[in-house]
T-cell receptor
Framework: ELKVEQNPLFLSMQEGKNYTIYCNYS?????LYWYRQDPGKSLESLFV?????AVKQEGRLMASLDTKARLSTLHITAAVHDLSATYFC?????????????FGTGTRLTIIP | DGGITQSPKYLFRKEGQNVTLSCEQN?????MYWYRQDPGQGLRLIYY???????QKGDIAEGYSVSREKKESFPLTVTSAQKNPTAFYLC??????????????????FGNGTRLTVT
C-alpha cells in the first residue's frame, strides 16, 4: 500500500525566511502534485511534477522531484503572510489502467509577521 | 465557466439516515473522485470512476455508495452503515488522459466541498 508522508506537519515561520516542506512516498509513481488549501476551502492546484529532476517555480514557491529517492520538496523563499495555508502533496500511481491519487497528511504553514 | 459544483455546502442529518451528496461537472472530464477530509488530516479516497457506469472502491469505501449514470454526475451516498460520517467531503474530476500537449498535465479539479454533520 502506498504511503505518502509529509514533514513537518506544522510549521510556523517568520516573514522573510526560507523553508522547505518534504514529501516522501513509498512506491514508484507516475506523477506528483502539490496543492494548497485555505481553511474551510477546497484545494487549489500548485504544481505537477512528471519526471526525475523536474523543478517548477511560481512566485515564492518552488517544487522539485527526485524519483530515485521518492522525495519531493516544496521550497518557500522569503515567506509572506499570504502563503499561510495547508499544503498537500499527492502521488499518482497507475495500476492496470486504474489511476489512484494518494494524498499526504498535509503541512499547516503559518507565517508570522 | 467550467467547473465542479458540489451541493449543498453544509448538510445536517440524524444518525441512521442515508444522505446523498451531489457532484456535477461541466468540464467534460471522464474521471471523477470522492475524497473525505477529517480535521487536521489529509484526503482519503472513497470511490472513483474513470468511465460512465463503472467505478472502483478507494481506501475507505465501507459505508458509502456511488453511481455514475452520466459523465457529468457522480453522487455519493453516505449510508447509515458509515460509523463516523461527519467530515468534509470533496469531489474532484480530471481527464483520463492527463497529458495535454498544448497545456501540459492537468491535475485534479476540486469542487468546493460539502461539510456533513451527523448527530
Amino acid at each position: 500500500e502506498l504511503k505518502v508522508e509529509q514533514n513537518p506537519l506544522f510549521l510556523s515561520m517568520q516573514e522573510g525566511k526560507n523553508y522547505t516542506i518534504y514529501c516522501n512516498y513509498s512506491t514508484t509513481s507516475d506523477r506528483l502534485y502539490w496543492y494548497r488549501q485555505d481553511p474551510g476551502k477546497s484545494l487549489e492546484s500548485l504544481f505537477v511534477l512528471l519526471s526525475n529532476g523536474a523543478v517548477k517555480q511560481e512566485g515564492r514557491l518552488m517544487a522539485s522531484l527526485d524519483t530515485k529517492a521518492r522525495l519531493s520538496t516544496l521550497h518557500i523563499t522569503a515567506a509572506v503572510h499570504d502563503l499561510s495555508a495547508t499544503y498537500f502533496c499527492a502521488v499518482l500511481v497507475s495500476n492496470f489502467g486504474n489511476e489512484k491519487l494518494t494524498f499526504g497528511t498535509g503541512t499547516r504553514l503559518t507565517i508570522i509577521p | 465557466d467550467g467547473g465542479i459544483t458540489q451541493s449543498p455546502k453544509y448538510l445536517f442529518r440524524k444518525e441512521g439516515q442515508n444522505v446523498t451528496l451531489s457532484c456535477e461537472q461541466n468540464l467534460n472530464h471522464d474521471a471523477m473522485y470522492w475524497y473525505r477530509q477529517d480535521p487536521g488530516q489529509g484526503l482519503r479516497l472513497i470511490y472513483y470512476s474513470q468511465i460512465v457506469n463503472d467505478f472502483q472502491k478507494g481506501d475507505i469505501a465501507e459505508g458509502y455508495s456511488v453511481s455514475r449514470e452520466k459523465k457529468e454526475s457522480f453522487p455519493l451516498t453516505v449510508t447509515s452503515a458509515q460509523k463516523n460520517p461527519t467530515a468534509f467531503y470533496l469531489c474532484a474530476s480530471s481527464p483520463v488522459d492527463r497529458l495535454d500537449i498544448d497545456t501540459g498535465p492537468s491535475p485534479l479539479h476540486f469542487g468546493n466541498g460539502t461539510r456533513l454533520t451527523v448527530t
